[in-house]
């Protein structure tokens, strides 16, 4: 994914430095029921941030909240000097923030690359017109999305995949192709929940090391929410743990872990349920 | 995964991409040679009334494309598509009493297919599915109440002779001429079909279809995406309903009414949803079929053995003949493959 892409058809990519996601006071209610309540804490900008807890903390709820998929009951986050308020999932995606998803999304009879390609969106696209008549331009942003798609591809290891539907891959790959959507516009903000879950052992080596690797060649906040402590450990700069819904504590993975409340909260849990 | 991502991590940091696997330029001979075939065969083996039949394939099948694009891709399931054939077939009709060509009348039914499927298409934005379908047959019902009811205008319930176009020294009347006429819209039309399955926008209508929230994660304007859709379809149709009408030079109400729906998305689903070729085989499918049991003096046999069909491709194979065709493909190339790997 070495320059791929310009700087200019990067949106979100230009200022700077990739933004802190400042969250305060924030709360999410499902009728009566806080999925999150009165959360305050910081995703610094340009590090990997872990979001660790056990089911049901909020976790995804978090990334819901930071993407505008889920309305807030209170507080606010902030993205850089940017009040998201109520942004919709479009600006924030023009704003340079792409997520994942828990339960994967994909077009299951389109093929791999079909898959990766629509990630391109955010890039400036000729408008429909254009993409239909002016076709030297079309090209030119097909040729761009191409190699765009191929390299992050390539990169997850699927590159000899692209073809294939995604409904003939194992499970696993199928993540991946959902990783790879949202790599391929190289966001400065990326937020997975759970990208690693149904991966074996070295499968998620494998992610770590090609996460690390997009983080080093694009500077990004890059937030992770992952259960598997080892990777969080070897992975992340910053982490976040939650429970119930509030913030358990956060800070670097050592101060993290060796948290009383932390081992209690989370490994507890862990250690009852082996999976 | 079980080889593992490192492994397969052929490109190092730095290297160019490799290109996008190309078709081989031997499968693209071959799909130019049996498309050549296809289009010539016609004007070969019939002649007269057949090769009037084999134009309104071509006239159907650009319509079957536009509502391939909608439902097919999109995932909008429209009941009026017939209607914005008529819309089309009407428009060039009613220019053409009034002595207008064929430029002005191409060009007034592209605006108005724009003006209507806007029309349509704006205030059934949020609806999908069952919903989209009933408010489509109300705009359907409505389209056949005001043809029947602009008697002077359209010639109502009665019909109206559409007077054959002049193309060069091609006359449409003549069953060869009026074939060659719809070829150039037919093939047309099939290449832009081809060519929106190869842009963003095309890839946006997947996703919409898909997932709408997968489609909102990466950024695409679902609303904006659904009337584009829309709004291509009704183009397609409005043609090829001009098309129609100058090929059958005839048109009435009953060309365009819900049963004409109904047969345009069963060439969708049988030819099936998401394929060109598909569009083609179902267009050909439903303007053929009905034909062929007249010919064999049982035409009230259509309808029961037709539903019959549908019913059979619609429970066992969900991707229409297309589907069918590819998995097909995919077994004798597997067999052949495991046959090889015994032998070796
Ligand atoms: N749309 C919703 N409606 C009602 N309750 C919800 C909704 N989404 C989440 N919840 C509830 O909010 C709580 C937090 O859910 P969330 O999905 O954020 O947890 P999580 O930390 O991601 O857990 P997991 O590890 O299982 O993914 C859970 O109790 C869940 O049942
Ligand atoms: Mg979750």
């Known amino acids: ?275 | 995964m079980s080889a593992g991502v490192s492994d397969r991590m052929t490109a190092a940091p730095g290297q160019a991409a490799p290109a996008r696997p190309r078709k081989s330029t031997r499968s693209v001979a071959v799909r130019t040679a049996v498309i050549v075939v296809l289009v010539a065969a016609p004007p070969l083996i019939f002649s007269g009334y057949w090769l009037f039949v084999a134009a309104q394939v071509l006239a159907f099948g650009i319509a079957t494309l536009g509502l391939e694009i909608l439902y097919g891709r999109t995932g909008q399931l429209s009941l009026a598509h017939a209607s914005f054939m008529g819309v089309g077939a009407y428009t060039g009709y009613v220019l053409s009493q009034h002595g207008y060509g064929v430029p002005a009348q191409l060009g007034a039914v592209l605006v108005v297919a724009l003006v209507t499927g806007a029309i349509v298409a704006v205030p059934t934005l949020r609806l999908s599915g069952l919903r989209l379908a009933l408010v489509t047959l109300a705009v359907g019902e409505l389209f056949a109440w005001l043809l029947t009811n602009t008697t002077g205008l359209t010639g109502g319930t009665q019909g109206a002779a559409v007077a054959p176009v002049v193309i060069g020294s091609l006359d449409s009347s003549v069953p060869l001429y009026a074939y060659l006429i719809a070829l150039v819209p037919a093939a047309l039309a099939t290449l832009l079909a081809v060519h929106l399955g190869r842009t963003q926008l095309g890839r946006r209508m997947l996703l919409v279809r898909d997932s709408e929230t997968a489609a909102r994660s990466v950024g695409v304007a679902i609303a904006r995406t659904k009337i584009i859709a829309f709004l291509l379809s009704a183009v397609f149709a409005g043609f090829a309903g001009w098309l129609y009408s100058v090929v059958a030079g005839f048109i009435s109400p009953a060309d365009f009414n819900l049963f004409a729906s109904v047969y345009l998305f069963v060439a969708v689903i049988l030819g099936g949803a998401g394929s060109v070729v598909g569009a083609w085989l179902g267009a050909a499918y439903v303007v053929f079929m009905p034909q062929l049991f007249t010919l064999m003096g049982q035409p009230n046999l259509y309808p029961l053995i037709g539903g019959a069909i549908l019913a059979v491709v619609a429970l066992l194979i969900p991707d229409g003949m297309v589907g069918l065709a590819r998995r097909l493909l995919t077994r004798a190339q597997r067999r052949r493959v495991t046959a090889t790997e015994v032998a070796a």
């Open chain 1, 1 to 275: 994914m070495t320059a791929t892409l310009t700087p200019a058809e990067r949106p979100g990519a230009d200022d700077a430095a990739p933004p802190t996601i400042a969250v305060t006071g924030l709360s999410v209610r499902y009728g009566g029921f806080y999925a999150i309540k009165d959360l305050t804490t910081a995703l610094p900008g340009g590090e990997i941030v872990g979001v660790i807890g056990p089911n049901g903390a909020g976790k995804s709820t978090l990334l819901n909240a930071i993407s505008g998929f889920t309305p807030l009951t209170e507080g606010t986050i902030t993205l850089g000097e940017r009040d998201l308020g109520t942004a919709s999932t479009a600006q924030r995606v023009r704003a340079g923030l792409v997520r994942g998803f828990q339960t994967v999304r994909l077009m299951e009879r389109e093929s791999v690359l079909t898959n990766v390609l629509v990630g391109t969106q955010r890039l400036p696209q000729p408008d429909p017109v254009s993409q239909l008549f002016a076709l030297p331009r079309q090209w030119r942003a097909r040729r761009r999305d191409l190699a765009a798609a191929m390299a992050v591809l390539d990169l997850l290891g699927l590159g000899a995949d692209a073809e294939r539907r995604v409904d003939e891959l194992p499970f696993a790959s199928r993540r991946l192709v959902e990783v790879a959507r949202v790599l391929v516009s190289e966001p400065s903000v990326i937020l997975l929940d759970e990208p690693a879950a149904g991966l074996d052992r070295s499968g998620r080596r494998d992610l770590a090391s090609v996460l690390v690797r997009v983080h080093r060649d694009h500077p990004s906040t890059l937030v992770v929410v992952e259960h598997d402590v080892d990777l969080v450990k070897s992975l992340c700069s910053h982490v976040i743990a939650l429970a119930s819904g509030a913030l358990v504590c956060s800070g670097t993975p050592a101060e993290v872990f060796g948290d009383p409340r932390v081992q209690q909260a989370y490994f507890g849990r862990i250690l009852d349920a082996p999976a």
